[in-house]
């Protein structure tokens, strides 16, 4: 079994910045740096989409919503990967999830709220 646990949503103004952290426990505790880590997020009323992705050997990838705003890292001695949000715009309020690929299936945090409004 895998666990994860997201923190750092919040309440936050249009152009500010929030970052947010999920730490992984588990089955994949000794071998977390071999697994890419994602971020998604959904929205209400919308279908969940892929965030941002970060590979076992560091590389990115964004969705075209936040490139340039949004910035995925990880630290694998922390089993712990972080999504920097800058730029923050309304249309980037949702619920905000880690995701691994791990052992044919796909694992899950609970979620983070985060709203950005004035």
């Known amino acids: 079994q895998v666990q994860l646990v997201e923190s750092g949503g919040g309440l936050v103004q249009p152009g500010g910045s929030l970052r947010l952290s999920c730490a992984a426990s588990g089955s994949i505790s000794g071998i977390f740096s071999i697994y890419p880590m994602n971020w998604y997020r959904q929205a209400p009323g919308k279908e969940r989409e892929l965030v941002a992705v970060i590979s076992s050997g560091g590389g990115t990838n964004y969705a075209d919503s936040v490139k340039g705003r949004f910035a995925i890292s990880r630290d694998n001695a922390k089993k712990t990967v972080y999504l920097q949000m800058n730029s923050l715009k309304p249309e980037d309020t949702a619920v905000y999830y880690c995701?691994?690929?791990?052992?044919?299936?796909?694992?899950w945090g609970q979620g983070t709220q985060v709203t950005v409004s004035s």
């Open positions: 995701n691994v690929p791990y052992n044919g299936r796909h694992y």
